[in-house]
């Protein structure tokens, strides 16, 4: 399973590749709002601030668009590895080529410092390779999936509630101030909606994550389910579970860093599931 090996470095290389994008793109987006709010706050809004403050959105439009290419290239390369593994055939040559010719770099270096890099250590497959092994894994991936989505959700959802209540305030604050000096009055209503768009940017990563964990366990929830699904189902499960994975926020790797061994040891006790003959 060399070239499927090499696939599945390339799928959790690039997601890395993707994550490190988009925190540039946000990053971006916080320093073009700061621009601004910098210069109102100090009286000396020059003219080439609006230029920085465009040209650092820009950026960000660019790193983003990377970091939805390198995700897509990741869930691929994820779907491809993810089924040459459980089925027991390796990849060909030349699709391997292909897929390598289109790596981001660093992919495989950031691949290497993960946990669990080989295909049997981040799946862990107890099934011997056939349509019981990729029911299996992708019974282990929804699980996984649904449990760190559900933290994530609740973490934005937390956050979210702050902000949003921080902008509360500064609005309450703006309404009730006797101060009639126009660059104050300006820069609280500027700062104000700069939190209200985060915040609600928060809400709807949330609600996205929330979506998610829920279609992810009931896709875990039928996997294990008795009699277990075969043929077309297995098919149509797998189908659905892959086309919630793609259309969702990456999940923070740190996430997974924290949360592997408690998560590693509920599913080895859900496994169970799988090979019992009791509903």
Known sequence: MKEAQRVHAYFR????????????????????????????????????????????????????????????????????????????????????????????????????????????EYYEPSSPPGEARLREIYAYSAFYTSQLAKTCRNAYFTGSILILAGALVVLYLLATSERVESRELVLDALFSVVLSVIGLRTMEQALKFANMAKNTRRIADSLIAHPPPAGDALSDLTFEYDAAVSSATPIPTTLYRLRREELDEAWRHRRGALFSQTP
């Open 13 to 120: 290389g690039a997601g890395e590749v993707g994550k490190r994008c988009r925190i540039i793109a946000s990053i971006a987006e916080v320093a073009a709002a700061v621009v601004v709010i910098r210069g109102f706050l100090t009286g000396s809004l020059q003219t080439w601030l609006p230029l920085v403050s465009f040209g650092l959105l820009v950026i960000s439009a660019i790193f983003r668009i990377a970091a939805d290419r390198y995700k897509d290239y990741s869930d691929g390369c994820r779907r491809t590895s993810l089924r040459s593994f459980a089925l027991g055939r390796d990849i060909e040559i030349r699709e391997s080529s292909n897929i390598r010719s289109e790596a981001p770099p660093l992919a495989l270096r950031y691949a290497a410092s993960l946990p669990a890099s080989s295909l049997v």
